[in-house]
């Protein structure tokens, strides 16, 4: 998408559907630090710094950015709003719980699990998925007690203390 077409979106407080083109132009994210949203906004979109930081805390607020921190840190956006903080609790307290026995692909099981638990399509949940995964915060590994691969999810102390989890 083009910055013109981001710009005007942000100018016009189209958060969802700016949210929908950024998760488009990074479908693994925004790789940066907190201030790395502001920054392209302001680089690569146009807008002044003062609107960068508005529309920033706007998607954050909306629940349609959200900053990964810690080794990859990166920002992920979703087209429909989302409480990562509430995810982080699902994965932790069900998602050992809603892993079946049988041998499902662990992507179609993790986008379920993030699709029914969230409420969102699978596209939102593809977004989230690709999100944590690049951010190192998801991967596929060899699970002991089921005895075959699954999706494990590890959230850094860094996203605790961030989110104040």
């Given at each position: ?13 189209r ?62 956006f979703t ?46 949940a ?40």
């Amino acid at each position: 998408m083009q910055a013109d077409a981001l710009r005007k979106l942000a100018e016009a407080g189209r958060f969802e559907e700016l949210a929908h083109a950024l998760a488009q132009v990074f479908p693994r994210g925004l790789v940066g630090e907190r201030d790395a949203l502001v920054t392209f906004l302001v680089n690569r979109v146009g807008l002044s710094h003062a609107d960068a930081v508005r529309v920033a805390d706007a998607l954050e607020a909306a629940g349609h950015a959200h900053h990964l921190p810690g080794e990859r840190p990166r920002w992920i956006f979703t087209s429909k709003p989302v409480s990562l903080r509430a995810l982080m609790r699902m994965l932790d307290q069900e998602y050992g719980e809603f892993v079946g026995e049988g041998d499902e692909d662990p992507r179609e099981e993790a986008l379920r699990f993030i699709g029914s638990r969230l409420g969102v399509d699978r596209e939102v949940a593809e977004e989230i998925l690709e999100g944590l995964a690049a951010a190192g915060y998801a991967e596929v590994a060899y699970h002991v007690e089921s005895e075959r691969d699954r999706y494990l999810f590890k959230f850094p102390e860094i996203f605790a203390m961030t989110y104040r989890v």
